[in-house]
């Protein structure tokens, strides 16, 4: 038993290294909690995508990855487009008068558009696939029988408590965001998150 909980606490570890990494997923997390807008959606569909990605990998799905390199490439164009469009509409906020701040014109406000825009940020990111099933599917691998099931869970559990614990943690800064100009500072922070990462998936892809 104590090695299962040793095994249990390594993987949550690992993932948790790896998940609580400043990047363009966390920041549109923590942008919606702030809001107080579909952070339950938004935090099931984060934890609900690693947990079948570090799954998949925990149990040699990873393979496909390396059998078809063209996914990788897709998803590294697709997801540096996508960040640099979103990237500019948080530049656009940001610099926008502060009479024509509104939360409503920042985050997703309806349920197609919250579902839509999560997912991009976790499909379309290729680091999330190399984090997730390739890094802790090959150690996850390397155990066998119930060990290798309790790596897995102590993977994905650790996406579950971040992600629960950013989206609904938020709501105690959001005293802070009653001040427009608050607002303006967080968009143009999360614009340079986006666009660093745009520019080197992009600088991945073309050196």
Do not use: K
């Not at 990855?65 to 990788?72: A, G, H, I, R, S």
């Not at 997703?108 to 997730?132: C, E, M, Q, R």
């Not at 609904?168 to 607002?183: H, I, Q, S």
């Amino acid at each position: 038993m104590s090695e299962l909980i040793n095994v249990f606490f390594t993987a949550f570890a690992l993932a948790a290294g790896l998940i609580m990494a400043i990047g363009a997923q966390n920041a549109h997390v923590l942008r919606q909690g702030i809001a107080g807008h579909y952070v339950g959606i938004t935090v099931i569909l984060c934890a609900f995508f690693d947990t079948v990605l570090m799954t998949s990998g925990v149990f040699g799905f990873g393979w496909l990855l390396t059998q078809l390199p063209m996914l990788e490439d897709v998803a590294r164009l697709g997801g540096a487009v996508f960040l640099l469009w979103y990237g500019s509409r948080c530049v656009r906020s940001a610099m926008a008068p502060l009479s024509s701040v509104s939360v409503e014109s920042r985050v997703a406000t309806s349920l197609p558009a919250a579902i839509a825009t999560v997912s991009a940020f976790t499909l379309l990111n290729p680091h999330v696939y190399l984090d997730t099933v390739v890094l802790i599917g090959s150690i996850g691998g390397q155990y066998e029988g119930s060990a290798r099931t309790v790596f897995a869970v102590g993977a994905f559990t650790a996406s579950w408590v971040w992600f629960i614990a950013l989206g609904y943690g938020a709501r105690l800064v959001r005293p802070y965001f009653e001040n427009p100009r608050a607002w303006q500072v967080l968009d143009g922070f999360i614009a340079l998150v986006m666009f660093a990462i745009a520019l080197s998936l992009l600088w991945e892809q073309f050196r």
